[in-house]
């Protein structure tokens, strides 16, 4: 027969041991927990590197893409400096040219200075006015001899300068006529001006334009007489040929 105290003993003892493994497996569970925990955390975690990595990837590719980008601007800015530089570099001689041509005519013209001859430079044109009581009768379209004489000196210039455009603009007072008109009056005596250029003088007719305004271009009051003396006038406006100074400036050439 087990004595009692023996038996208690080992009931005692038979508890502690069950206690102890309900811990050591409570201890596990929560351990097993704290590495799924751990085990998802680290998954969002390698998540989360792998995006980053591509946002990395991604943000490098834009750098580069930029950066060609940019090179490619900057050599775009550079190239329209030098295009710039040499557009300045041709206006500025043009701009030169054209004073200097607008002394030559002065001189050419000075014995028609006090019949109603004008040469002056304005915004890059070279203007050369002549009254109508120099070239034509009043109401007529045909040019008198004085007015030939002074085309003529005007002629020998602008064979001088071949690359010129010459511009022939009729214009008139607001006077009304008695058979026709006005405007079809200032675009006939510009038309008779590029004849007589073309035809008498050898100017280059592919460097010709007429074209009449008729009393829309007045420069002095018609109230006065004075004032319709000087609005009846032929203004040869004398500009570069764009075309040529474009295909220059897109060529570099100075």
Known sequence: MIPVIT?????????GANK????????????????????????????????VKKDLAASDNRSKALTTEFNEYKK???????????????????????????????????????????VYYKNGLVYVSLEDDLLYKTGSAKLGEDGKKALSSLSNVLNQYPN???????NTDDMKMKKGDNWTLSTERANGVVRVLRDDYKVDPT????????????????NTAEGRAKNRRTDIILNPDIDKLWSAIKKGER
């Open 7 to 15: 038996i208690g003993a080992i009931l005692l003892i038979s508890c």
């Open 20 to 51: 102890k493994i309900q811990k050591a497996e409570s201890d596990l569970k929560s351990a097993q927990e704290q590495i799924h925990q751990l085990e998802e955390k680290n998954s969002a975690l390698n998540n989360n590197i792998e995006t």
């Open 76 to 118: 775009t800015c550079q190239e329209n400096e030098e295009k710039l530089a040499v557009m300045r570099e041709i206006l500025t001689e043009t701009a030169q040219d054209l004073e200097k041509l607008e002394a030559v005519l002065d001189s050419a013209l000075a014995d028609f200075k006090d019949r109603g001859v004008d």
């Open 164 to 170: 010129l455009k010459v511009i022939v603009l009729g």
């Open 207 to 222: 460097r010709l334009t007429s074209a009449g305004k008729g009393k829309y271009n007045p420069i002095a009051d018609n």
